[in-house]
């Protein structure tokens, strides 16, 4: 049974950093490219981040470049997202994703697995 498990996320000022955490068990993690998307209150669920497995391509949406990083350890079946600079507008629940292609890809019905999502609040 495939699990993807979001940690690290809460509360923070604007302007504060968290590191989300995903931890995937039930599958060959270094075969998929992992994804990072949320949802703000109101709003469609929306692509924020993505690896591909070597860590050699990545993709970010526009509103988080320059201030999100993604990462990826295949050692222990574990992508990253280090969020820096954060705004009020970042708030949302973060869900992590998996998808099982080589290309990294911003749809959200490419992936093939889902965590639970964990919420992430900036206040200002």
């Known amino acids: 049974q495939v699990q993807l498990a979001e940690s690290g996320g809460g509360s923070v000022q604007a302007g504060g950093s968290l590191r989300l955490s995903c931890a995937a068990s039930?599958?060959?993690?270094?075969?998929?490219?992992m994804g990072w998307f949320r949802q703000a209150p109101g709003k469609e669920r929306e692509f924020v981040a993505a690896?591909?497995?070597?860590?050699?391509?990545?993709a970010f949406t526009d509103s988080v470049k320059g201030r999100f990083t993604i990462s990826r350890n295949n050692a222990k079946n574990t992508v990253y997202l280090q969020m820096n600079s954060l705004k009020p507008e970042d708030t949302a629940v973060y869900y992590c994703?998996?998808?099982?292609?080589?290309?990294?890809?911003?749809?959200?019905?490419?992936?093939?697995?889902w965590g639970q999502g964990i919420q992430v609040t900036v206040s200002s």
């Open positions: 994703a998996a998808d099982l292609g080589m290309a990294v890809t911003t749809n959200e019905r490419e992936y093939d697995y």
């Open positions: 039930g599958l060959l993690f270094s075969n998929y490219v």
């Open positions: 690896m591909n497995w070597s860590g050699e391509r990545t």
